[in-house]
């Protein structure tokens, strides 16, 4: 059977950790728990997941993250800044995530555009009393 | 039904009209359980607080700012990418021949699989003779 990636993960990052976690296991607190149940429900599993394939998606999870924010960051630094782009650079050739990432983005943007046009009626509203 | 999402380079406003349309269509006609199962699909999210600390770990970026841009776009990455050995476990599970509990041996298999196609992220893979 191939390695487990909880043990890949382990490896992967004692490379970057100053302290080679050789014995003692991985110990990373479960973050995502609760928020990954109703996710892996949402995505086909059922209503109430076993917590051995939950630690496991987590795992599988935070590595991938690790990993992606790891390369955003070496590109990154070779203009300055870790920006935006660094991450959608990294997903351009899966499209699914790109088209889904724009529309998060154009969303924000819509949101944020929206709190300054209702900010500055405020301000309209204030100063005429 | 299947969507060649391949084939569908930017979404326009008509386009999206038309989406939408379709989505409700669908979804008018889901059964009890397909719809708790839809809404908890779209409901769902990665807490931005948890997150924004992985985030904050792993790049030593101090004070990341709540709207930040990155962190809506690494939720929703990650988000997307719970759906795939998920969703690759119950392929699995069907060719199987077996119903329930997804259990870890079949997220195994199919983040193994994943791996193949290259949809994981692997860092400093010697490619040797490929």
């Known amino acids: 059977m191939s390695s487990t990636p909880g043990a890949t993960a382990a490896a992967s990052s004692s490379k970057s950790k100053a302290t080679g976690s050789s014995q003692a296991p991985e110990k990373r607190k479960p973050l995502f728990q609760k928020e990954l149940q109703h996710m892996m429900y949402g995505f086909g599993d059922e209503q109430n997941p076993l917590p051995e394939t939950v630690a496991l998606v987590e795992d599988i999870v935070v590595e991938y993250v690790t990993d992606l924010t790891h390369k955003a960051q070496e590109i990154g630094t070779k203009r300055g800044r870790l920006l935006v782009d660094d991450f959608l650079y990294l997903i351009r050739k899966d499209l699914p995530k790109l088209n889904r990432c724009r529309e998060l983005l154009a969303m924000q943007e819509e949101l944020k555009q929206a709190r300054k046009a209702f900010d500055v009626d405020e301000e309209k509203i204030t100063s005429l009393d | ?130």
């Open chain 2, 1 to 130: 039904m299947e969507v060649d999402l391949t084939q569908i380079p930017t979404v326009e406003a008509s386009d999206r009209e038309k989406k939408v349309a379709k989505m409700h269509a669908v979804i008018s006609q889901f059964t009890e359980d397909q719809m708790s199962r839809y809404e908890c699909f779209r409901r769902s999210t990665l807490h931005k607080s948890n997150m924004k600390k992985l985030l904050e770990s792993i790049t030593g970026i101090k004070n990341m700012n709540n709207d930040d841009p990155r962190l809506s776009v690494i939720s929703g990455i990650a988000k997307m990418f719970v759906g795939e050995p998920v969703e690759t476990a119950r392929l699995i599970m069907v060719k199987r021949n077996e119903a329930g509990h997804i259990r870890p041996c079949h997220i195994r298999e199919s983040y193994r699989r994943l791996k193949l196609q290259g949809k994981v992220i692997q860092r400093t893979v010697p490619r040797l003779f490929r």
